[in-house]
């Protein structure tokens, strides 16, 4: 048993789970509050603490204090079953995510396996038992209709989420998550050829690819997380909430909570894969123009400082993404189910294929 | 792998696989196979194949047992919790999987090699990952691009039956 190790990963799950993404959660809503009362033009949340700062614990302390009501003729189990399916799936996903260097010489990864997106994919995938379970044990209609909703929609958009990261992993050659960063740091960030090793045409060529990869991952991410425009198994004004309409109090707030940990982790999947994750390039002239690389590798207090850096540079990057999510949730309307699966089905799924093929291509004329 | 965590993720599988079985639920009975299907995934991760157990989750667990899950919601299928067992039936079945456990178990008790300890396996120095894309590729090449084709035919043969007026 290596004690050490059991020890260092139990203390950065605790640290991921109650540091970092139970208080980002409940700030990415208070967020979503104020940035939506922005763009519509209203005040949102602002009396509890200076700017409203402190209405997520009210929020919390509001679900909590509430009635746990569960209807007559729902099916119990899976009615307690189902929140809970939906939140584990999203928090288990960041097992995987290299979320900084190293700090005090121990690599900011929880499980750094080799088939790291793989797994987070997978785990992904179980996520949509706990909408479906839900909308099914509440027998009522209109959970029932958004259950069926999500998890054809999920089913349809994880192939162009699965084949979008395929030319990624074309290119790096690996499946493991920290060698992406590692391919990352070296030849600069997937969509930004100007970083690294800018003077290689083939870096440049493949920008394209890898943008459109971007754009199709980025748009399941949406699907996946039942995001607007996207959001058809939650859409208020169709099915009154969707699954989520029979729950109350804290199941009802582990739904949501799930819902934006799972955006959480679909945007530090993106980061990971095309914005080079905890690394931030600066630019330095010692001896010719090259981009400096911090990194937790320094010795005493340089270290310690430099990994925290990796660290809330990681994080920022999160925290733009979520903004970007809630930027588009305020600005597009919903899609008609028909056109989501079109736009899936037709569309996506074919960009992603070629994708694949155009990326080879450039590959075997530029072989790394 | 630690013997420890074999048994409860086989007794898990064990568990839940008769769970399959014995729920009349379908519900109960579809998200009872997914458990038994993590089971086997972690069965697999222990043996170092970490990449044949992901895609054990990603294929079965996520991906053809929320299809199953799905038409079972769809069809509402109650028939099955209001249908009487019937005894004799259950009664011929569990003695036809007794009788073939039982010969399972005098043949792996008779077996020789199963009665000494293997000797530890090799660690390899090539990645699963590796290892499973460059057999699938160099040595069955050939075999990969026909179940391809044959994978095609199928879908073409799925999109041809639903897309028929039916008269």
Redesign the interface.
């Known amino acids: 048993m290596d004690y050490f190790l059991i020890t260092t990963s139990l203390l950065k799950i605790l640290g991921i789970l109650f540091v970092i993404i139970l208080p980002m959660v409940s700030y990415t809503i208070y967020a979503e509050r104020r940035v939506s009362a922005f763009i519509q033009d209203r005040v949102g949340p602002n009396r509890v603490g200076p700017a409203g700062l402190f209405q997520p614990v009210a929020d919390i302390a509001k679900l909590l204090f509430k009635e746990d009501f569960s209807p007559r003729n729902a099916n119990t189990f ?1 009615y307690w079953l189902a929140p809970c399916l939906a939140l584990i799936p999203a928090i288990v996903t960041f097992a995987v995510v290299p979320f900084g260097s190293t700090l005090f010489g121990v690599p900011m990864v929880i499980a750094d ?3 790291g997106i ?2 987070v ?3 992904a ?2 996520g ?2 706990g909408i ?2 839900g909308g ?1 044990a509440s027998n009522s209609k209109y959970p ?1 209709l958004g ?2 909703r999500s ?2 929609q ?2 349809s958009y ?1 192939l162009s989420l699965g084949l979008a990261v395929i030319p990624i992993f074309l290119v790096v050659g ?2 493991r998550l920290t060698d992406v960063v590692r391919y990352q740091i070296d030849h600069g960030w997937m969509i930004a050829p100007f970083l690294g090793d800018w003077t290689n045409p083939a870096k440049w060529l493949l920008a394209i690819p890898m943008l459109v990869s971007f754009v199709v991952f980025s748009v399941a991410i949406f699907a996946e997380t039942n995001r607007l425009p996207f959001d058809l198994p939650e859409a208020e004004q169709e099915l009154a909430g969707g699954y989520n309409t029979e729950y109350s109090s804290m199941k009802f707030g582990l739904f949501f909570l799930g819902e934006y940990a799972a955006m959480i982790t679909g945007s530090a999947i993106v980061v990971t894969l095309f914005f080079g994750a905890w690394h931030l390039p600066i630019p330095s002239w010692h001896g010719g123009f090259h981009w400096a690389l911090i990194d937790g590798s320094g010795d005493g207090w340089r270290g310690i400082l430099g990994g925290l850096f990796n660290i809330a540079t990681f994080f920022a990057k999160v925290a733009v993404l979520l903004f970007v999510f809630i930027w588009v949730r305020w600005t597009l309307p919903r899609f008609r189910y028909d056109q989501l699966m079109r736009l899936g089905w037709v569309f996506f799924f074919e960009i992603a294929l070629v994708n694949i093929f155009i990326t080879a291509i450039i590959l075997a004329y530029y072989p790394a | 792998m630690s013997p420890f965590l074999f048994w409860i993720f086989a007794g898990l599988m064990l568990v839940f696989g008769a769970g399959v079985v014995l729920n009349r639920n379908p ?1 109960a009975s579809a ?1 009872s196979l ?1 458990v038994s299907f993590l089971g086997l995934a972690a069965l697999f991760m222990s043996l170092d194949a ?2 044949i157990g ?2 054990q ?2 294929v079965y ?3 053809v047992m ?2 199953f ?2 038409i079972i ?2 069809l509402d299928l109650r028939a099955e919790k209001l249908r009487k067992i019937n005894w004799l039936a259950s009664a011929g079945g569990i003695a036809v999987a007794v009788a073939l456990s039982v010969q399972i178990l005098y043949v792996i008790g008779n077996f020789r090699f199963s009665q000494q300890p293997f000797p530890p396996l090799a660690r390899s120095t090539v ?3 590796h290892h499973v894309g460059s057999l699938l590729f160099e040595n069955y090449n050939l075999p990969f691009q026909i179940i391809g084709v044959l994978v095609l035919v199928a879908t073409i043969g799925v999109v041809v039956l639903s897309k028929r007026e039916l008269r």
């Open positions: 899976y396996i080799n088939v793989l797994f994919f997978a785990i995938s179980l949509v038992y479906v379970l099914w029932f259950g069926v998890s054809s999920m089913i994880e690996q499946l | 519900v998200l997914v970490y990449f992901i895609i989750v990603l667990a996520g991906a929320v299809l899950l799905f919601m769809l990645d699963d990952v």
